[in-house]
C-alpha cells in the first residue's frame, strides 16, 4: 500500500517531497504507538515542514529547498491569498491550518527543546497524530482522484503498529513472550498483522504447540466474548478494543 500512495504522488509531486513526507508519517505512527509521545510530536513537525513546501509546489510549481529555513507564517499567508476557486479549499485553507496546529506542538509545547516546563502527553500526541493522517488523506485524495472515505482507508491500511515483540523470520512470526496467555499471545499476534490479518491456519502455526488444541475456542471467545478480534472469510483481524487492549497491557514490548 504505502508503495502504491507514493506511486501516485510522485507522479505529480516531487519525489524528494513525497518520500520525506510518507517517511515522517511513517515514524510519528510507529513512535506513537510504541509510546514515543515527544518524538511523535517531533515527527509532526518535520511531516509538516514537507506538506508545507508541497502546498509550495502546488500552487507555485516551486518550493523552499529542504534544509532552508521555512517561513511558514509567510506560506499560510500566500496560500490564504490566493483565489478562491484557484486551487482546491484544502490546498488554500484547510491544510494549512492544520498544519499550524501540528507545528506550533511541535514548537511551542516542549516536544523538541526544553521550553516552558510543559511536558508532552498523550493529548497532545494524539492530536498530532490524527492531524497528519488527515492531511495524508487529503494528498492521497487530490492527488490519486478518490474520495475522502477511500483516502482515509488508504492511510489507515499503511499505518503497521509494529510490536517489537513479534519478530518475523522469513513469515513466521515469533512471540518473544513466551509467557503470554493463549488470548495475549493471539492478540499479539493480530496486532502485528494490522489490516493483512490472519487464517486460522497461520495463527496455528504461529502459536505455542500448546496453544493449538483450544485455538479455536480461544478465537471465538476473543471475537464474542471481547470483541477483540473479527472474523470474515476465515480471516481474523484485531479490533479497535483489541488494540487498544494490547496497548494498554504494554503487550507489544519484549
Not at 156 to 179: C, H, M, Q, Y
Not at 191 to 211: F, N
Amino acid at each position: 500500500m504505502a508503495t502504491a500512495i507514493r506511486t501516485g504522488l510522485v507522479a505529480a509531486l516531487p519525489a524528494v517531497l513525497v518520500d520525506e513526507l510518507l517517511a515522517a508519517h511513517e515514524e510519528a505512527k510507529k513512535n506513537y504507538y510504541l509510546g514515543g509521545l515527544r518524538l511523535s510530536a517531533v515527527e509532526g513537525g518535520r511531516f509538516c515542514e514537507a506538506a508545507y513546501r508541497l502546498l509550495q509546489f502546488i500552487t507555485t510549481n516551486k518550493h523552499d529547498a529542504l534544509g532552508v529555513q521555512l517561513d511558514t507564517d509567510r506560506t499560510a499567508r500566500d496560500l490564504q491569498q490566493l483565489q478562491a476557486g484557484s486551487f482546491p479549499d484544502s490546498v488554500r485553507l484547510h491544510i494549512p491550518r492544520a498544519l499550524r496546529v501540528v507545528y506550533d506542538i511541535r514548537n511551542k509545547r516542549d516536544t523538541a527543546h526544553l521550553g516552558d516546563g510543559i511536558d508532552p502527553n498523550l493529548q497532545d500526541a494524539t492530536l498530532v497524530v490524527s492531524t497528519i493522517d488527515w492531511v495524508l488523506a487529503e494528498f492521497i485524495r487530490l492527488y490519486h482522484n478518490m474520495s475522502a472515505n477511500q483516502a482515509q482507508t488508504l492511510v489507515e491500511s499503511i499505518v503497521t503498529r509494529l510490536a517489537p515483540v513479534v519478530e518475523d523470520f522469513d513469515g513466521f512470526l515469533k512471540v518473544l513472550k513466551p509467557d503470554l496467555r493463549a488470548s495475549q499471545f493471539v492478540l499479539v499476534l493480530l496486532y502485528h498483522r494490522g489490516s493483512a490479518g490472519a487464517t486460522l491456519q497461520e495463527l496455528a502455526s504461529w502459536v505455542k504447540p500448546s496453544m493449538r488444541a483450544n485455538l479455536r475456542r480461544t478465537l471465538t471467545r476473543l471475537v464474542h466474548d471481547d470483541a477483540f478480534i473479527h472474523e470474515a472469510a476465515t480471516t481474523f483481524w484485531i479490533t479497535r478494543a483489541g488494540q487498544q487492549e494490547v496497548e494498554k497491557r504494554g503487550l507489544i514490548r519484549p
